[in-house]
């Protein structure tokens, strides 16, 4: 009889021991590869194809940096969670965050996403958005984003957009337009010595000539009419670069060289739509009194058409739409 059981006992434990074993073998299927980001699964193939690690992919995957600036394997995570402002630290106050960005660009000074972290974390914006910069912190965040320029440079790459952005734009609220000059003269020189595929040089040039008129523009130089038709001339079937060059003649009372180009560059009509054109053609007839020969189209702009800088839009109203367009 005692046989019996134990041989009975023994048959219930084992019927027991699988069931645990499978429990403890879910659990642990169950957890996720990425904890702060539980339905993100990167795959041996991400990895192969990126050389970058589980944990690294678990935190760039599906953001805005994995589609436009991904790491190299050499970028700490830490400095990445930080950077993007994951976990813990999306939930600091911009006061907060400058300090651990702070400690950043000491822990990791060869690293651009250090330094353009810790710019934007001076800058406040949509990064810290209690945090208003003083002219001092507005000159410091300018010179992060000069560092981090730098970094990407010495890598033989021109800076991605999300440093050149906030450069350009910091420089621009700054005046320092030596600065700019400078910036933009290693961008056309690297362009000029690039082997990339030729569509990708040309369109960089053209963003990068269509950026820095519009700076120009902005600080009233006139070297931005050059550059302008710079832009044009790389990419001539682009209307963005026709509309904001022929705002800017309008801004700065150049009506009849408005009409001598839409004249000259009859491709205009081909790339420009009928009514941009026919609203620029009338602008600059009512400048020159002629506003009869407007006919019908002389009505109101346009949805996104630059308009002269008393309307509140056109270049004056923006730094650089050029490159909102090609931000993440």
Known sequence: MARVVLWMIALVWLEILPLQSWAQESQTEEK??????????????EVAQTGLSPEVLCIIGDTWLMRHDPPGPEESPELLRRFLRLGSYGKMSGVEYRVVMEEAVRLWPKSYYAHAGLARALLGGHTAPDVQPTPTELRRAADEFLIAAEIAFSKGG?????????????????????ALDNYFKRVFELLTKSRNPEGYVRDEKYFSYLDYALVLAKLGDERAETYFQKA????????SAYESYLGYLLDH?????????????????????????????????????????????????????PAP?????????????SMVERLP
């Open 32 to 45: 996720p590869l990425c904890p702060e980001r539980p339905f993100y699964h990167p795959t041996d193939r």
């Open 158 to 178: 021109i800076p991605p957009d999300h440093i050149e952005n906030g450069l350009v734009q910091s420089l621009t609220e700054l005046g320092d337009k030596q």
């Open 232 to 239: 044009i001339a790389v990419r001539p079937e682009l209307g």
């Open 253 to 305: 009372g150049k009506a009849q060289a408005v009409l001598d180009f839409l004249d000259i560059q009859s491709k205009g009509r081909s790339f420009l739509s009928e009514d941009p054109f026919d609203f620029m053609r009338c602008q600059a007839l009512k400048q020159l009194g002629r506003e009869r020969e407007c006919g019908p189209a002389g009505g109101p702009a346009p949805p996104g058409t």
């Open 309 to 321: 800088a008393g309307l509140g839009s056109g270049p004056s109203a923006s730094v650089a739409p």
